[in-house]
């Protein structure tokens, strides 16, 4: 499918995160059994993708897990996901040295074609000193370089250097629409198949070994994958979320997930079939382009 073009700025904006933070002895190889991604062979300063499943493979959460200690992860995900987030990974944690704690970060995101490289922080903090108060870890965003600068309640974080274009949320969103990745609670939804979300690739390991949910993801893979998959769109009409889209000869291929107007276009994602091509059509005709995810 057509992949569009790269972010061509660089631009910043203040979002929330849901963050969990879960510390001590077994933590790693607790979490390894756990989420998705390859826990234990994750260095410090690692960050990766991941899915977090329930025992029959659908998904309960996806974020972004990082090490930023010998016996310390952050999760992070979207504002409003991490209470469900933490109450699943808390229940199996029965005589495990592992605890978490739930919080609600700011993220300091920074976009474009300059932002590939790791910021200059400066940073001080009122909070426990054996706590992260910060962490720096890459966007994971598709098609633009950049990085998030998490800061915890009560740090004094601060970023050097030139930060772009300062965005509102809103208008971070629509990025994100454009060139970011699909997110928890939006596009992605509790009870939904990993495989079908465009990203398992990206926030599975299929060398870890057992996980949590693990024997639907890897059936799904051997099958040839799921039968829809969650796709960028891009229109030059006006689109809604719930808007069906159909193929040349009427019949229906994809669903709209997200939309929102970026210049004269509208972006966003859709779920669509996996036989969908690269072009469908809104009821009332217009073209709409389908790209992959990455």
């Not at 700025?9 to 979490?31: F, H, K, N, Q």
């Amino acid at each position: 499918m057509t992949i569009p073009p790269a972010l061509d700025r660089l631009v910043s904006a203040t979002v929330p995160r849901d963050v969990l933070v879960v510390c001590g002895p077994e933590a790693a190889v607790y979490l390894h059994g756990q989420i998705s991604a390859d826990v234990t062979s994750m260095e410090i300063g690692d960050s990766s993708l991941s899915f977090l499943l329930e025992p029959r493979g659908r998904i309960e959460a996806f974020f972004v897990i990082s090490r930023t200690g010998p016996d310390t992860f952050v999760a992070d995900t979207e504002a409003g996901s991490g209470e469900a987030m933490a109450a699943s990974l808390e229940r199996f944690k029965l005589r495990t040295r592992a605890d978490f704690a739930l919080g609600q970060w700011q993220a300091h995101a920074v976009r474009g074609p300059q932002a590939a490289g790791e910021p200059v922080i400066r940073a001080s903090s009122t909070g426990p000193a054996d706590a992260p108060q910060h962490v720096v870890r890459p966007a994971h965003w598709p098609l633009s370089g950049g990085h998030d600068l998490l800061a915890s309640p009560g740090s004094d974080v601060h970023q050097s250097g030139d930060g772009g274009e300062a965005v509102s949320i809103d208008g971070f969103e629509v990025l994100r629409m454009a060139y970011g990745l699909p997110a928890m609670g939006t596009e992605i939804q509790p009870g939904d198949i990993p495989n079908e979300t465009g990203l398992v690739e990206r926030a599975a390991s299929f060398t870890k070994g057992c996980y949590r949910g693990q024997e639907l993801v890897e059936r799904i893979d051997s099958r040839t994958g799921g039968r829809r998959t969650v796709c960028r769109i891009r229109c030059s009409a006006p689109l809604a979320a719930g808007d069906e889209l159909r193929d040349g000869s009427g019949a229906a291929v994809a669903t709209v997930l997200s939309a929102a107007a970026l210049h004269d276009s509208t972006v966003g994602f859709a779920r669509s079939r996996n036989d969908a091509g690269e072009t469908a059509y809104t009821a009332s005709g217009d073209q709409v382009k389908l790209a992959g995810v990455f």
